[in-house]
């Protein structure tokens, strides 16, 4: 499949790269400066593209077959950069994607995006705007996927984790495991329409996805 990220500069995005060129998947990673390029593509990118989520990426996502949303505005930003990320510019390539006839998305949410006003005052901002974006998604008639990680950790990963569609505690994961957690969904049709929580855990994650 050839697929879109947004976020393949990030965390998370850099190490689907890593697992994507593994796989017999296309990615093509949106990039917003063309210095990116080059260190993406040895990552493992097929190709990168110029653009920004907080304007139209229509030209950037033809004839690609699915998106994986893996941006975020950052930990040092404030409330508006991360409405204009986090929520609208998700949202944006949400409805991009089903005028394009792009038919799946997969997002990168997090634990407690269903019930923002429980989190952190310091994060309830993020967590409302995880969650708008979240129920956009699920309301917008494409095929998705929302992953909701833990706390992220930069561990190393070890490829075994606890998933399921609601965790009572919450936990840890390492960027990487996530990473292959994105990855096990573009190959599963178990997590059509489903969204599941995800920790660190003792179940490798094909076998974890596979019982969700």
């Known amino acids: 499949m050839h697929v879109f990220i947004a976020g393949a500069n990030g965390q998370i995005g850099q190490h689907l790269l890593r697992e994507m060129a593994e796989s ?48 975020g505005s950052g930990p040092h930003t404030g409330p508006d950069k991360t409405i204009d990320v986090d929520q609208d510019g998700a949202v944006r390539l949400m409805d991009t994607a089903r005028a394009m006839g792009i038919k799946r998305f997969i997002m990168v949410s997090s634990m407690r995006a269903e019930e923002p006003d429980k989190g952190p005052e310091k994060l309830r901002h993020y967590l409302w705007a995880k969650h708008n974006a979240d129920e956009h998604l699920k309301a917008s008639g494409l095929n998705y996927t929302i992953v ?65």
Do not use: W, Y
């Open 148 to 212: 909701r990680p833990g706390q992220l950790t930069n561990d190393e990963g070890t490829g075994k984790v606890l998933l399921r569609e609601k965790l009572d505690a919450f936990g840890k994961i390492p960027r990487q495991d996530v990473a292959r957690v994105l990855l096990a969904v573009l190959d599963s049709d178990t997590a059509d329409n489903r969204v599941f929580d995800v920790v660190s855990g003792e179940r490798p994650v094909s076998e974890a996805l596979a019982e969700l």
């Open 24 to 71: 017999d998947h296309e990615a093509r990673a949106l990039i917003r400066h063309p210095d990116q390029g080059p260190e993406l593509q040895q990552l493992g990118a097929t190709e990168t593209v110029l653009g920004d989520l907080e304007q139209d990426c229509s030209e950037a996502m033809k004839g690609c077959d699915v998106v994986i949303f893996t941006a």
